[in-house]
RNA sequence: CGGAGUGUAGCGCAGUCUGGUAGCGCACCUCGUUCGGGACGAGGGGGUCGUAGGUUCGAAUCCUAUCACUCCGACCA
């Protein structure tokens, strides 16, 4: 079982006095999987087109997501920061993109009669950032990193928040000197978000992808597959074994770098808009992968396009200013969250991976009230809390068969159920979400096993 | 932004055509019986019928305006 690591700072969870308000209908707005089970579950709330407050529950996985992207980006050696939501027009106006970016961005005017916008990106801030302090080649390469709500007024949001108006952004900007170290830059986030994306329990293939409005020439967007994505995609089925860069990578090893960024693009992958059906086409056919994808982050290269225009310039050992090479590395976590589930569910609601569950752990009192239940229920409540368990006890005065349904839609990976009648002969249940697989065990049995200790 | 819809209790809906003072299921509260996969009975609480104007003795219902939300398409992390 992976290690408590990524354990949230919380304390002993009891259902009773939880704020879960689970739903046991479909709200008729939610179209797919994802977003009729975050509803559900309770995890997140609608509060307008497109904007969504996250629930308790809702916000927990979202923590860890964040976790797990924060370890990597930092791992890769970039370093984290907060940049606020809110951005003048003028550094907009600078890079040229105020009135190139449409009525995407949200355009806001503070009591002075000053326009300032709720950032949809942070390019431009991030460097005038850079250009306020670094002067010299010396305090290259830099990677700078924050994770923060973005705002984009999408014309038509839809699917939860797999797709909404306001949703949270890990993006990260490097600064080099050159093209190569860019290169280099580049390559050590390939390798930080194949990371990233296997540790969350997803299979992501780096795609060729358009650059956008953010421009460049070097692009990828990182694709899960799952049946249930939103556009097609086309690939090699090879890449779906290749092996994920170890966590002992050495990331300051430009050859090392290279050689995953060679190994993850020397075969055939492309969303529709990119798909080359000839190149496709020749193919062995049984190494074509045409499947449903879900974007879950996308990386730029854009050389001096912000830089330029901005002024971010250094002084090279030679003594000349050159505008730095930039790129920039974006995942979304709250879509991450959708993108979980369509990637793992069942009827009855998410099979959350252990890395990500709100809780790894459901822990279901079938008596409450009485001794026996009680007792061994809260000794193991303890004990694993004690381990550095995520527990939620389900200790409500409710009958079995609700407990069983509200415990499968939070959807924690184990569950231990307490009930009169195994716990007669001193046995409780164990299982697991995923499979349905049951096992009867022992009270300090079952303790040392979900504990991580046998 | 084009097209199509919907706003009535926390959720899902009926009532609107044909105007007469608001209803059903789930959820919630109380009591009882239940209790290993979303129980049953009895009782109870909760609604400016999206909003504003108008017509009328009387408007959820008819008229006008407006706002919000959803779906299809185009667009997009």
Request: aromatic share 8%; net charge neutral.
């Given at each position: 079982?992976?290690?408590?690591?990524?354990?949230?700072?919380?304390?002993?969870?009891?259902?009773?006095?939880?704020?879960?308000?689970?739903?046991?209908?479909?709200?008729?707005?939610?179209?797919?999987?994802?977003?009729?089970?975050?509803?559900?579950?309770?995890?997140?709330?609608?509060?307008?087109?497109?904007?969504?407050?996250?629930?308790?529950?809702?916000?927990?996985?979202?923590?860890?997501?964040?976790?797990?992207?924060?370890?990597?980006?930092?791992?890769?050696?970039?370093?984290?920061?907060?940049?606020?939501?809110?951005?003048?027009?003028?550094l907009?106006?600078?890079?040229?993109?105020?009135?190139?970016?449409?009525?995407?961005?949200?355009?806001i005017?503070?009591?002075?009669?000053?326009?300032?916008?709720?950032?949809?990106?942070?390019?431009?801030?991030?460097?005038?950032?850079?250009?306020?302090?670094?002067?010299?080649?010396?305090?290259?390469?830099?990677?700078?990193?924050?994770?923060?709500?973005?705002?984009?007024?999408?014309?038509?949001?839809?699917?939860?928040?797999?797709?909404?108006?306001e949703?949270?952004?890990?993006?990260?900007?490097?600064?080099?000197?050159?093209?190569?170290?860019?290169?280099?830059s580049?390559?050590?986030?390939?390798?930080?978000?194949?990371?990233?994306?296997?540790?969350?329990?997803?299979?992501?293939?780096?795609?060729?992808?358009?650059?956008?409005?953010?421009?460049?020439?070097?692009?990828?967007e990182?694709?899960?597959?799952?049946?249930?994505?939103?556009?097609?995609?086309?690939?090699?089925?090879?890449?779906?074994?290749?092996?994920?860069?170890?966590?002992?990578?050495?990331?300051?090893?430009?050859?090392?770098?290279?050689?995953?960024?060679?190994?993850?693009?020397?075969?055939?992958?492309?969303?529709?808009?990119?798909?080359?059906?000839?190149?496709?086409?020749?193919?062995p056919?049984?190494a074509?992968?045409?499947?449903?994808?879900?974007?879950?982050?996308?990386?730029?290269?854009?050389g001096?396009?912000?830089?330029?225009?901005?002024?971010?310039?250094?002084?090279?050992?030679?003594?000349?200013?050159?505008?730095?090479?930039?790129?920039?590395?974006?995942?979304?976590?709250?879509?991450?969250?959708?993108?979980?589930?369509?990637?793992?569910?069942?009827?009855?609601?998410?099979?959350?991976?252990?890395?990500?569950?709100?809780?790894?752990v459901g822990?279901?009192?079938?008596?409450?009230?009485?001794?026996?239940?009680?007792?061994?229920?809260?000794?193991?409540?303890?004990?694993?809390?004690?381990?550095?368990?995520?527990?939620?006890?389900?200790?409500?005065?409710?009958?079995?068969?609700?407990?069983?349904?509200?415990?499968?839609?939070?959807?924690?990976?184990?569950?231990?159920?307490?009930?009169?009648?195994?716990?007669?002969?001193?046995?409780?249940?164990?299982?697991?979400?995923?499979?349905?697989?049951?096992?009867?065990?022992?009270?300090?049995?079952?303790?040392?096993?979900?504990?991580?200790?046998?």
């Amino acid at each position: 079982m992976r290690s408590a690591s990524n354990r949230l700072q919380s304390q002993p969870m009891r259902l009773s006095r939880y704020f879960l308000p689970i739903l046991k209908e479909t709200p008729k707005e939610a179209e797919i999987v994802s977003h009729r089970l975050m509803l559900r579950a309770g995890m997140i709330r609608q509060e307008s087109a497109g904007i969504y407050a996250w629930l308790p529950l809702g916000l927990r996985v979202l923590q860890k997501i964040c976790a797990i992207v924060r370890e990597e980006q930092n791992r890769a050696g970039a370093i984290e920061l907060l940049m606020p939501t809110l951005q003048s027009a003028d550094l907009w106006r600078e890079s040229g993109r105020y009135d190139d970016y449409g009525k995407e961005m949200l355009r806001i005017r503070d009591r002075h009669e000053r326009d300032i916008l709720y950032g949809p990106t942070n390019e431009e801030m991030i460097t005038e950032i850079f250009r306020a302090s670094v002067r010299s080649y010396k305090d290259l390469p830099l990677n700078l990193y924050h994770i923060q709500w973005k705002f984009r007024d999408e014309v038509r949001p839809r699917f939860g928040v797999m797709r909404s108006r306001e949703f949270l952004m890990k993006d990260a900007y490097s600064f080099d000197l050159d093209q190569a170290g860019a290169r280099h830059s580049y390559n050590k986030m390939i390798t930080a978000y194949l990371r990233t994306f296997k540790r969350l329990g997803l299979t992501a293939i780096p795609m060729m992808a358009d650059t956008g409005p953010i421009g460049g020439d070097l692009s990828h967007e990182f694709i899960i597959l799952a049946s249930t994505g939103e556009s097609e995609v086309f690939c090699h089925k090879d890449y779906l074994g290749f092996e994920t860069p170890p966590e002992t990578i050495d990331f300051d090893d430009p050859a090392a770098m290279q050689a995953v960024f060679d190994k993850w693009t020397s075969l055939y992958a492309a969303t529709s808009e990119k798909h080359d059906a000839a190149a496709f086409a020749a193919l062995p056919e049984e190494a074509r992968v045409s499947a449903r994808g879900i974007e879950v982050g996308h990386i730029f290269y854009f050389g001096t396009k912000y830089s330029a225009p901005m002024k971010a310039v250094v002084n090279g050992p030679d003594g000349k200013e050159t505008a730095v090479h930039m790129g920039s590395y974006g995942i979304g976590p709250s879509r991450l969250a959708a993108a979980l589930i369509e990637a793992n569910h069942d009827e009855a609601g998410p099979i959350w991976p252990d890395a990500v569950a709100p809780f790894r752990v459901g822990l279901i009192n079938l008596k409450v009230g009485d001794a026996a239940c009680d007792g061994a229920s809260a000794r193991i409540h303890r004990a694993l809390e004690a381990a550095g368990v995520d527990v939620l006890y389900d200790d409500r005065d409710e009958r079995p068969g609700a407990k069983f349904a509200a415990m499968d839609l939070v959807g924690a990976p184990h569950q231990v159920i307490v009930g009169p009648k195994s716990l007669a002969e001193g046995k409780v249940e164990l299982k697991i979400r995923r499979s349905g697989e049951r096992e009867l065990l022992g009270v300090e049995a079952a303790i040392d096993r979900l504990g991580g200790k046998a």
